[in-house]
């Protein structure tokens, strides 16, 4: 059980203002944040960050989604934070989403879900080390 997860806020919250919302849910949920930036992902940068997912059907929408606006990445830390932000954010589908996660409260669809959250503590890390250097970690 690792103490750290990473996560995303997608174009389309930021879009809609909801970033400030969905942070303070996050922090008001007991995690910390150790690291935060607001930045454009190329096609290229996205495609490699979701490069698992780049034999399903939907890998080309996700690319093309998650490079169409500025994304909120952020490194989050409390015991047991991979589970029990997945738990915070709810299931993928915001229509199958348990009431009061940030999915079912600001997801639009399966595809504009909102948030990203890392599924094991190997991702996270993996995650963590694609979007923040050490230096930027506090
Ligand atoms: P995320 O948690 O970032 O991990 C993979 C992403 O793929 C997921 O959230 C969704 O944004 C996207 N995704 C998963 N299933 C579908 C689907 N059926 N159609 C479109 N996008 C999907």
Not at 1 to 28: D, Q
Not at 30 to 57: C, M, N, Q, S
Not at 73 to 83: F, Q, R, S, T
């Amino acid at each position: 059980m690792s103490n750290l997860t990473f996560t995303m806020v997608k174009p389309e919250a930021v879009e809609a203002g909801n970033a400030g919302a969905i942070l303070n849910k996050i922090e008001k949920s007991g995690f910390r944040i150790v690291a935060l930036k607001k930045v454009l992902l190329t096609k290229e940068r996205a495609g490699e960050f979701y490069e698992v997912h780049k034999e399903r059907p939907f890998y080309a929408e996700l690319v093309d989604y998650m490079s169409s606006g500025p994304i909120i990445a952020a490194l989050l830390e409390k015991d047991n934070a991979v589970l029990d932000f997945r738990e915070l954010i709810g299931a993928t589908d915001p229509s199958v989403a348990a009431k009061g996660t940030i999915r079912a409260e600001f997801a639009e669809s399966k595809a504009k879900n909102a948030v990203h959250g890392s599924d094991s503590d190997d991702n996270a890390n993996i995650e963590a080390d694609f979007h923040f250097t050490n230096g930027e970690r506090f």
